[in-house]
T-cell receptor
């Protein structure tokens, strides 16, 4: 149980494009989902907490207008990287769980040219 | 976990050896601890967890040890196999607060 699916797994796009990443809980309902960012050879850094039916909570230093989060249902949260630039290239990972421990999706590799 | 984020320590072992991966955490209020395994290009995969009312927990080929006095956590992998090669992260969680990841350790297993 507690399967988290993320889509797409890999995306390459031009600078200035907006990119949407989906995170789904497949076999449970998730009122809360988490979005992380990971640079090569580094740890996971929490970007924001996505709350179903309400605004996301962003970590210090994360631009909420840059990284739009929508959690419109109990099984889906989306992260939209708006007007993406090369410095936004990274590995984005979501997590959710009905209880502990948190289970993670397989991540989305975002490359901005 | 203490996420420095600048360099990934590496542990190299031979197949069949036992591996010990260490982690320090900083928040004395943390009461829940997890080890994750992350293979290249994938998300973290849960290995084992432990609560602060325990100092040892065993799973299949893995053991987690918790020393709250010095805020130290370790993961022991018995009879390490090439398939165990990955990056291992510890994470800690104080109460209802967020999960905090450690720096990570890369485990390389040679056949």
């Amino acid at each position: 149980g507690a399967v988290v699916s993320q889509h797409p797994s890999w995306v390459i796009c031009k600078s200035g494009t907006s990119v949407k990443i989906e995170c789904r809980s497949l076999d449970f309902q998730a009122t809360t989902m988490f979005w992380y960012r990971q640079f090569p050879k580094q740890s996971l850094m929490l970007m924001a907490t996505s709350n179903e039916g309400s605004k996301a909570t962003y970590e210090q230093g994360v631009e909420k207008d840059k990284f739009l989060i929508n959690h419109a249902s109990l099984t889906l949260s989306t992260l939209t990287v708006t007007s993406a630039h090369p410095e936004d290239s990274s590995f984005y990972i979501c997590s959710a769980s009905p209880d502990q421990p948190q289970h993670f999706g397989d991540g989305t590799r975002l490359s901005i040219l | 976990g203490e996420s420095v984020g600048l360099h990934l320590p590496t542990l190299s072992v031979q197949e069949g050896d036992n591996s010990i991966i260490n982690c320090a955490y900083s928040n004395s209020a943390s009461d829940y601890f997890i080890w994750y395994k992350q293979e290249s290009g994938k998300g973290p995969q849960f290995i084992i967890d432990i609560r602060s009312n325990m100092d040892k927990r065993q799973g299949q080929r893995v053991t987690v040890l918790l020393n709250k006095t010095v805020k130290h956590l370790s993961l022991q992998i018995a009879a390490t196999q090439p398939g165990d090669s990955a990056v291992y992260f510890c994470a800690d969680k104080p109460g209802f607060q967020k999960l905090v990841f450690g720096t990570g350790t890369r485990l390389l297993v040679s056949p």
